[in-house]
């Protein structure tokens, strides 16, 4: 694949806590300027970007992020407002907790919540892999599925690993038909974003889009 197809599936990140308005307008023209699927934001700077940039770019922020263990009521109110604020996708990151307490039909339940809030906006689940036994990864996979979420994300960035081609390997396996994967975390080269998309992979979170395209 050349960077160009490459770039086309990445969401063009910048998360961190201590993110500028500067740092966020400099990945809104490097996304305009190489065409990424989004820029992924935080919350706090949708409406502004929105407001700035139009319909020029597509907005992705985050519910429930990093850790996820903010009630259900608290991310379905983030996603209406995300939305209200012009938010184009989603992606929420479940209860782990939940997951380790063995109420995968609670987490079920909190992303069918989340997902009738976004109605015909595209739903990414971050399910932190790296957090996760198989058995549950698995569980996560039904869970995704069943709740009618887009796409299944394999983690924040922000836990103790990132993405793994063995999580992309299960994933496929045991997602339904129409779910998707976005494979996050520690991918920062053109030959590991290369290496998932062929995988299986549909979308790829990374803040390395620039440097990539920039790549001699």
Same mark, same amino acid.
């Given at each position: 694949? #050349?960077?160009?197809?490459?770039?086309?599936h =990445?969401?063009?990140?910048?998360?961190?806590?201590? %993110?500028t308005?500067e740092?966020?307008e400099?990945l809104?023209?490097?996304?305009?300027? !190489? *065409?990424t @699927?989004? /820029?992924?934001i935080?919350?706090? !700077? =949708?409406k502004?970007?929105r407001?700035? !940039?139009? +319909?020029r770019? *597509? /907005?992705?922020?985050?519910?429930g992020?990093?850790?996820?263990?903010?009630?259900?009521? @608290?991310k379905?109110?983030?996603?209406r407002?995300?939305?209200?604020?012009? @938010?184009?996708?989603?992606?929420?990151?479940?209860? /782990?907790?939940d997951v380790? +307490?063995?109420?995968?039909?609670? =987490? &079920?339940?909190?992303i069918?919540?989340? *997902?009738?809030e976004?109605?015909n906006h595209?739903? *990414?689940v971050?399910v932190?892999?790296? !957090?996760?036994?198989?058995?549950?990864k698995?569980?996560?996979?039904?869970?995704?599925?069943?709740a009618?979420a887009?796409y299944?994300k394999?983690?924040t960035?922000?836990? &103790?690993?990132? @993405?793994?081609m063995?999580?992309?390997?299960?994933?496929k396996?045991?997602?339904?038909?129409a779910?998707?994967?976005k494979?996050?975390?520690?991918?920062?080269?053109?030959?590991?974003?290369? %290496?998932?998309?062929?995988a299986?992979c #549909?979308?790829?979170g990374?803040? %390395?889009? %620039?440097? =990539?395209?920039?790549?001699k």
């Amino acid at each position: 694949m #050349d960077r160009k197809e490459i770039i086309a599936h =990445v969401d063009h990140t910048q998360l961190k806590a201590f %993110a500028t308005w500067e740092d966020i307008e400099k990945l809104c023209e490097e996304a305009m300027e !190489y *065409k990424t @699927a989004s /820029i992924c934001i935080p919350p706090c !700077y =949708v409406k502004r970007v929105r407001q700035k !940039y139009g +319909n020029r770019l *597509k /907005i992705c922020t985050v519910v429930g992020f990093p850790l996820g263990y903010s009630v259900t009521e @608290a991310k379905v109110e983030e996603t209406r407002k995300a939305l209200e604020d012009g @938010a184009d996708e989603i992606d929420m990151v479940i209860n /782990i907790s939940d997951v380790k +307490n063995g109420d995968y039909d609670k =987490v &079920t339940q909190e992303i069918i919540s989340v *997902k009738r809030e976004c109605l015909n906006h595209i739903l *990414k689940v971050i399910v932190e892999t790296c !957090y996760l036994t198989e058995k549950e990864k698995i569980a996560m996979c039904h869970a995704v599925t069943d709740a009618g979420a887009e796409y299944i994300k394999t983690s924040t960035g922000f836990g &103790t690993a990132g @993405a793994d081609m063995a999580d992309i390997s299960l994933f496929k396996e045991y997602i339904g038909d129409a779910v998707r994967i976005k494979a996050a975390g520690g991918i920062r080269t053109k030959e590991d974003m290369e %290496a998932f998309l062929g995988a299986g992979c #549909d979308r790829i979170g990374s803040s %390395a889009a %620039a440097e =990539v395209m920039k790549e001699k």
